[in-house]
């Protein structure tokens, strides 16, 4: 647990070290306040029934964020060690390959959830300025936090993989990106093909992450998605794990 | 399996094959605690494969590698507890500063708080790195950087140290220090140092393993290698004396094998004679020369430097390593 904690510590010192931490989250603030600038707008001319954290999330922005910026998070996880030959001082330290996996993912997820933390100040403005109480209420937007993360762990652990395979980081950033946005139009095939056969619609639209999302951002949450996402991130770092492992038996 | 109680290092039949290409091929050998081993070859030999797998970084196509008696692959974390290693190139956290990365590395290899802290001064003072402490590594000269890995491979007191070219693209004056750093690590702890260049094993190591093409074609002591070549060794001189009458000179000495008289500058000839047995003859050629009248410019034995056994041991190789 302590080698777990001082990796951690030491992967989010990366983070915020780096330019490249500023850089992302600077470039998400900006996405955010745009996105938010532009449902104002939108708001000011016709009403619209939604909560506004639901509204948010019909807005593309929300996804461009999240596939552009965990590809981008992650690829330097593994691939930049391993090009730089850190990999090996750090895997001849007694540590653990679960260890390193879990801590470079966990670095990833707390600087994923710091990257959205802008987003806290345009939701006050809202609150501040509406005269209606019910428009935003701790519920919704503990629902669309549990959102973002769940998604964002998902993607991570997508790009940790990634990540692992490939000693280029731009080659990782693109295999994640490759990955996470084939997972996101997953959900938008069962919708293409609704008349075709019954379970492999159905199968689909479990993969669709667009409305899982609509239902955290209206403040529902349902265990089914819960465990799609807990489960699905879980296999990909299984999977990551894997691949970190494989040069013992390579 | 019978232990050796005494030895740090024991490799047996070690075999590490890539893709089509095969590192390393039936390698033994034991290395005793305490020794300070050189493992030099040329480029491609299979040294690096062969320090890798010691620290449990890569695995072994077959073949055992025992670390102070635990198996590198089914034990690798009491290894790995056991050893400091510097890879190759000596790959660091450019973005972080010295003490915090000796202090990050002295927790990742186990170290309470208290005593990484301890260690932690103790090695930069060891290493000289007391000065730029808190310098970003990144901005530190190569030299500072070499010294930086260095102190990583010791910052847990290891029972084994394992350096892949420590002092590779150090300036003369750094490659001293390390092998001053390196010498004075002797009997605390094992070392085990990977080189292409020769009179830096020469100097360091009490023990030479020469690697050539992933097997070991020589090992022994740098005194006992150079006995193995000794017998060859010439002796110069260089005479003012008319060429005729030293060769018929030298002809009539029994103990010269061989003799061979060039010209040089003005009257001086210079001539290479090749003792039998490797006897020293330069008493008797200063005892000739004084008799006779001759000036003498020039004596010397040409010792056979271990260049010469590195070079005939793992001929065919390139010229660049005979250079360095």
Request: hydrophobic share 45%; glycine share 6%; aromatic share 10%.
């Given at each position: 647990?302590?080698?777990?904690l001082?990796?951690t510590r030491?992967?989010l010192?990366?983070?915020?070290?780096?330019?490249?931490?500023?850089?992302?989250?600077?470039?998400?603030?900006?996405?955010?306040?745009?996105?938010?600038?532009?449902?104002?707008?939108?708001?000011?001319s016709?009403?619209?029934?939604?909560?506004?954290?639901?509204?948010?999330?019909?807005?593309?922005?929300?996804?461009?964020?999240?596939?552009?910026?965990?590809?981008?998070?992650?690829?330097?996880?593994?691939a930049?060690?391993?090009?730089?030959?850190?990999?090996?001082?750090?895997?001849?330290?007694p540590?653990?390959d679960?260890?390193?996996?879990?801590?470079?993912?966990?670095?990833?997820?707390?600087?994923?959830?710091?990257?959205?933390?802008?987003?806290?100040?345009?939701?006050?403005?809202?609150?501040h300025?509406?005269?209606?109480?019910?428009?935003?209420?701790?519920?919704?937007?503990g629902g669309?936090?549990?959102?973002v993360?769940?998604?964002?762990?998902?993607?991570?652990?997508?790009g940790?993989?990634?990540?692992?395979?490939?000693?280029?980081q731009?080659?990782?950033?693109?295999?994640?990106?490759?990955?996470?946005?084939?997972l996101?139009?997953?959900?938008?095939?069962?919708?293409?093909?609704?008349?075709?056969?019954?379970?492999?619609?159905?199968?689909?639209?479990?993969?669709?992450?667009?409305?899982?999302?609509?239902?955290?951002?209206?403040?529902?949450?349902?265990?089914?998605?819960?465990?799609?996402?807990?489960?699905?991130?879980?296999?990909?770092?299984?999977?990551?794990?894997?691949?970190?492992?494989?040069?013992?038996?390579? | 399996?019978?232990?050796?109680?005494?030895?740090?290092?024991?490799?047996?039949?070690?075999?590490?094959r890539?893709?089509?290409?095969?590192?390393?091929?039936?390698?033994?050998?034991?290395?005793?605690?305490?020794?300070?081993?050189?493992?030099?070859?040329?480029?491609?030999?299979g040294?690096?494969?062969?320090?890798?797998?010691?620290?449990?970084?890569?695995?072994?196509?077959?073949?055992?590698?025992?670390?102070?008696?635990?198996?590198?692959?089914?034990?690798?974390?009491?290894?790995?507890?056991?050893?400091?290693?510097?890879?190759?190139?000596?790959?660091?956290?450019?973005?972080?500063?010295?003490?915090?990365?000796?202090?990050?590395r002295?927790?990742?290899?186990?170290?309470?708080?208290?005593?990484?802290?301890?260690?932690?001064?103790?090695?930069?003072?060891?290493?000289?790195?007391?000065?730029?402490?808190?310098?970003?590594?990144?901005?530190?000269?190569?030299?500072?950087?070499?010294?930086?890995?260095?102190?990583?491979?010791?910052?847990?007191?290891?029972?084994?140290?394992?350096?892949?070219?420590?002092?590779?693209?150090?300036?003369?004056?750094?490659?001293?220090?390390?092998?001053?750093?390196?010498?004075?690590?002797?009997?605390?702890?094992?070392?085990?140092?990977?080189?292409?260049?020769?009179?830096?094993?020469?100097?360091m190591?009490?023990?030479?393993?020469?690697?050539?093409?992933?097997?070991?074609?020589?090992?022994?002591?740098?005194?006992?290698?150079q006995?193995?070549?000794?017998?060859?060794?010439?002796?110069?001189?260089?005479l003012?004396?008319?060429?005729?009458v030293?060769?018929?000179?030298?002809?009539?000495?029994?103990?010269?094998?061989?003799?061979?008289?060039?010209?040089?500058?003005?009257?001086?000839?210079?001539?290479a004679?090749?003792?039998?047995?490797?006897l020293?003859?330069?008493?008797?050629?200063?005892?000739?020369?004084?008799?006779?009248?001759?000036?003498?410019?020039?004596?010397?034995?040409?010792?056979?430097?271990?260049?010469?056994?590195?070079?005939?041991?793992t001929?065919?190789?390139?010229?660049?390593?005979?250079?360095?």
């Open positions: 647990m302590r080698i777990f001082t990796l030491r992967e010192a990366a983070f915020f070290v780096s330019v490249s931490g500023y850089v992302i989250i600077a470039a998400v603030t900006l996405l955010i306040g745009w996105s938010f600038v532009v449902l104002m707008t939108n708001l000011g016709d009403p619209s029934p939604m909560p506004v954290t639901e509204l948010f999330y019909r807005t593309y922005f929300f996804w461009l964020i999240v596939l552009l910026a965990t590809p981008i998070i992650t690829m330097r996880l593994f930049l060690e391993k090009f730089s030959g850190t990999f090996e001082t750090l895997m001849t330290t540590v653990s679960l260890q390193v996996v879990a801590a470079k993912f966990t670095a990833a997820v707390i600087f994923y959830t710091v990257m959205w933390l802008p987003m806290l100040p345009c939701l006050f403005v809202v609150r300025f509406t005269d209606q109480p019910g428009s935003l209420d701790p519920g919704t937007i669309m936090y549990l959102g993360f769940l998604v964002g762990c998902l993607f991570l652990s997508l940790c993989f990634a990540s692992a395979l490939s000693r280029s731009m080659a990782a950033a693109m295999i994640s990106f490759v990955l996470g946005v084939s996101f139009s997953l959900g938008f095939l069962a919708q293409a093909i609704t008349v075709a056969i019954q379970w492999k619609t159905r199968l689909l639209s479990y993969f669709g992450l667009f409305d899982q999302m609509n239902n955290f951002a209206r403040g529902v949450v349902d265990t089914r998605t819960l465990i799609f996402y807990i489960s699905l991130t879980l296999f990909f770092l299984f999977l990551t794990l894997r691949v970190v492992e494989s040069r013992r038996w390579k | 399996m019978a232990m050796n109680e005494n030895a740090m290092i024991e490799v047996k039949n070690l075999t590490k890539y893709a089509g290409r095969t590192a390393v091929a039936g390698l033994s050998f034991t290395v005793a605690r305490g020794e300070i081993v050189g493992l030099l070859g040329p480029n491609g030999a040294k690096s494969t062969t320090m890798r797998i010691l620290a449990c970084y890569l695995p072994a196509t077959s073949g055992t590698v025992r670390v102070a008696g635990f198996d590198v692959f089914y034990q690798s974390d009491e290894v790995r507890r056991r050893i400091g290693y510097m890879p190759e190139n000596n790959p660091l956290y450019t973005e972080m500063r010295v003490r915090e990365y000796l202090k990050f002295a927790r990742l290899k186990g170290l309470g708080w208290r005593r990484s802290r301890e260690r932690v001064g103790t090695v930069m003072e060891q290493c000289g790195l007391t000065d730029v402490s808190r310098r970003i590594i990144g901005q530190l000269s190569k030299g500072y950087r070499q010294r930086v890995g260095m102190a990583d491979a010791l910052v847990h007191d290891p029972e084994l140290i394992i350096l892949d070219e420590p002092t590779i693209g150090l300036d003369p004056h750094q490659i001293r220090a390390v092998r001053q750093l390196i010498k004075s690590l002797a009997h605390a702890h094992t070392v085990l140092i990977s080189t292409h260049i020769l009179p830096e094993a020469e100097m190591c009490n023990r030479m393993l020469i690697m050539y093409d992933g097997k070991i074609l020589a090992a022994d002591t740098p005194e006992n290698l006995r193995l070549v000794a017998g060859k060794s010439q002796i110069i001189v260089e003012a004396a008319p060429a005729t030293l060769r018929e000179c030298w002809s009539q000495v029994p103990e010269i094998e061989h003799f061979d008289v060039s010209a040089s500058e003005g009257e001086f000839q210079r001539c004679l090749t003792p039998r047995d490797g020293d003859l330069r008493p008797m050629i200063f005892a000739l020369a004084l008799r006779n009248g001759w000036v003498l410019r020039e004596l010397t034995r040409n010792r056979h430097s271990l260049e010469d056994i590195y070079v005939q041991v001929q065919p190789s390139e010229e660049e390593e005979e250079e360095s």
